[in-house]
């Protein structure tokens, strides 16, 4: 059984990148370290809010979490996802796909939905997650959040951190931003 540990900074992209964009689907890359079967995710880089269907920016947006996964000595883990509809907590087709091929060429990939009627709680789970399991994908209860990952994503969207957000399709129209975050 795959076991799935979820850093601060990590746990924080994801939940601005929803918030940054309420009324659309979102989704980026998550980046750690493995270790057997275990995960663990010490980063996420937004990448779509337009562009959530695969393309040929999916393509260099990977391309590009290569490149800096390899100079920050970390490997390409998962997926996140936010449905535009806030009741849907539905992996979409999409969605599968792209942690599909994720998942094949590298091995291993989770699949963290974001549960839009709760992110923004403090107690509820913000994250379905979802692993590869009996060729299809399943919810997984093998998500562990550090302690002050909810706490610190919390005062983050209070504070309206997201504004200082980029993803990935705002990068292709001002190629200034910083889309990798580094702020967080």
């Given at each position: 059984?795959?076991?799935?540990?979820?850093?601060?900074?990590?746990?924080?992209?994801?939940?601005?990148?929803?918030?940054?964009?309420?009324?659309?689907?979102?989704?980026?890359?998550?980046?750690?370290?493995?270790?057997?079967?275990?995960?663990?995710?010490?980063?996420?880089?937004?990448?779509?809010?337009h562009w959530i269907t695969l393309s040929p920016m999916l393509e260099v947006a990977l391309r590009q979490t290569e490149i800096y996964a390899h100079d920050h000595k970390?490997?390409?883990?998962?997926?996140?996802?936010?449905?535009?509809?806030?009741?849907?907590?539905?992996?979409?087709?999409?969605?599968?796909?792209?942690?599909?091929?994720?998942?094949?060429?590298?091995?291993?990939?989770?699949?963290?939905?974001?549960?839009?009627?709760?992110?923004?709680?403090?107690?509820?789970?913000?994250?379905?997650?979802?692993?590869?399991?009996?060729?299809?994908?399943?919810?997984?209860?093998?998500?562990?959040?550090?302690?002050?990952?909810?706490?610190?994503?919390?005062?983050?969207?209070?504070?309206?951190?997201?504004?200082?957000?980029?993803?990935?399709?705002?990068?292709?129209?001002?190629?200034?931003?910083?889309?990798?975050?580094?702020?967080?």
């Open positions: 059984m795959t076991s799935i540990q979820l850093d601060v900074s990590a746990h924080a992209i994801p939940l601005l990148h929803a918030a940054k964009y309420p009324a659309y689907s979102v989704c980026g890359v998550l980046l750690g370290k493995v270790n057997g079967s275990n995960l663990h995710i010490t980063k996420a880089i937004p990448f779509f809010h970390l490997t390409i883990i998962g997926w996140y996802h936010a449905n535009e509809d806030k009741d849907d907590t539905r992996l979409s087709d999409g969605t599968k796909h792209v942690a599909e091929t994720i998942r094949k060429q590298c091995g291993h990939c989770v699949v963290l939905l974001i549960n839009n009627k709760v992110f923004s709680q403090p107690d509820e789970a913000a994250f379905i997650p979802h692993v590869y399991t009996d060729n299809q994908w399943k919810v997984t209860n093998q998500l562990t959040i550090q302690e002050a990952a909810s706490v610190k994503s919390q005062e983050l969207i209070a504070s309206s951190k997201y504004k200082d957000l980029h993803d990935f399709d705002e990068a292709l129209e001002d190629a200034s931003l910083d889309w990798l975050n580094g702020f967080i």
